[in-house]
C-alpha cells in the first residue's frame, strides 16, 4: 500500500502544501509514480516519528477499509518484554542479543531474523533521534503465524547507530507482527507514545517491564478518549 499526497495529508492533519514541502525541505521520503508522488506508509511513519509528528493508527482503517488490530502496543509489549542491559559491541551482537528467545514460528530461526535487520541497516539507520532506535527490514517483519510482539532493549553500554542526531543509541524497539498492516498500526502507535514527554522520561530511567506497559497503556486510554 502507497499513499498519495492526499493520504499523508489526512493522516498528518495537515494541508497538501505542507506534504510538498516536507518532501522538498525536510526529507519526506516519496517517489514519482506516473506524474504523481507516492510514499511508504512504514517510511512516512519513521519519518514522522522522528520528528515527533502526530500519527493516528486508525488512518489505515480509513484508507483500506481494514479492521484496526485489537492487540495494543502494551499488550505486545508484554508478549515481548522489556530487557535490561542488553551487550554488545556492535549492531551485529546487539541485534543478536535482542531477538533472542523471541516466540517465532516454526521454519524461522533468530540467525535469519538478525540478518534481515542487518540488511535494513546497511541501507540507511533505523536510529529515530533521542537515544532510540526502531530496527526491522526494509519491508516490516511480517511473520505468518507469528506472535505480535514488541521487544524493548535498554543497552548496557549505548553503540553508534549513525543517528540523525548524532546520539549514541541505548534504547531498541523491535516488532514482530503477522501482517504488513499489523506492523503499521503498531509503528503508529509507537510513534504516538514516542510524542509523550513522561513516556521519554522513563525509556531516559530504564525503568521496569510493569512501569513501561503502564505508561503506555496510560497514553493508549488517552488516546482512544480523544477518538
Not at 502507497?2 to 525541505?25: H, I, P, Y
Request: proline share 6%; charged share 25%.
Amino acid at each position: 500500500m502507497q499513499l498519495t499526497v492526499s493520504d499523508v495529508a489526512q493522516l498528518c492533519d495537515v494541508g497538501e502544501n505542507r506534504v510538498f514541502k516536507w518532501m522538498q525541505e525536510e526529507g519526506l521520503p516519496a517517489e514519482q509514480v506516473n506524474g504523481s508522488y507516492r510514499v511508504n506508509p512504514t517510511e512516512l511513519l519513521e519519518w514522522a516519528t522522528n520528528r515527533k509528528l502526530p500519527v493516528s493508527p486508525e488512518i489505515f482503517q480509513k484508507l483500506n477499509g481494514d479492521s484496526v488490530g485489537q492487540t495494543g502496543l502494551s499488550d505486545a509489549l508484554e508478549s515481548g518484554g522489556v530487557i535490561h542491559d542488553v551487550t554488545g559491541c556492535d549492531r551485529a551482537s546487539i541485534l543478536s542479543a535482542l531477538v533472542e528467545a523471541l516466540p517465532l514460528p516454526g521454519g524461522f530461526d533468530c540467525v535469519s531474523l538478525v540478518q534481515l535487520l542487518l540488511a535494513r541497516e546497511s541501507m540507511g539507520s533505523t536510529a529515530m533521534g533521542d537515544g532510540i532506535a526502531i530496527p526491522h527490514p526494509r519491508s516490516p517483519v511480517v511473520l505468518p503465524g507469528a506472535e505480535r510482539v514488541v521487544r524493548l532493549g535498554f543497552l548496557k553500554e549505548p553503540i553508534d547507530f549513525d543517528a540523525p542526531d548524532g546520539r549514541l543509541v541505548d534504547t531498541l524497539f523491535l516488532m514482530i507482527c503477522p501482517t504488513v498492516r499489523d506492523h503499521l498500526q503498531q509503528l503508529a502507535r509507537l510513534a504516538t507514545v514516542l510524542r509523550d514527554e513522561s513516556f521519554r522520561q522513563a525509556l531516559r530511567d530504564k525503568v521496569s517491564q510493569d512501569v513501561i506497559v503502564q505508561e503506555v497503556r496510560r497514553i493508549e486510554e488517552s488516546f482512544h478518549g480523544r477518538e
